[in-house]
């Protein structure tokens, strides 16, 4: 569980950075300059990362620990417990993602 925790802050870090991305965009809109990106580099730039093997290979690794079925049931029964909606299962989004990320023989 010690991973999933880890994987968990992980994912809580990228949400914080990606926030702070938001605020400069929000920023940059508001004085009248645009910028756009390219979607492929986005990820990499939220994480600020290089987009190489081992972020590949560190993503495959957080996507699996994520995927896990004791996880999702655990956000499951803390939402029940809190009276919050039930989130909806990640796990095909998950499967896809991981399948995307590992190579395949070509």
């Not at 949400?15 to 492929?40: C, E, F, Y």
């Not at 600020?48 to 993503?59: H, T």
Request: aromatic share 6%.
């Amino acid at each position: 569980m010690a991973e999933v925790a880890a994987a968990h802050a992980d994912a809580l870090e990228v949400q914080i950075r990606k926030g702070r991305a938001r605020g400069r965009r929000r920023s940059r809109l508001r004085r009248g300059r645009t910028h756009r990106r390219r979607p492929d580099g986005r990820l990499c730039e939220d994480l600020s990362r290089a987009d190489d093997a081992e972020l590949r290979r560190w993503l495959l690794r957080l996507l699996e620990i994520a995927n896990d079925p004791r996880a999702q049931r655990y956000w499951q029964l803390l939402a029940v417990m809190n009276r919050w909606p039930v989130p909806p299962s990640l796990a095909p989004v998950f499967t896809w993602f991981i399948e995307a990320l590992r190579p395949h023989p070509g």
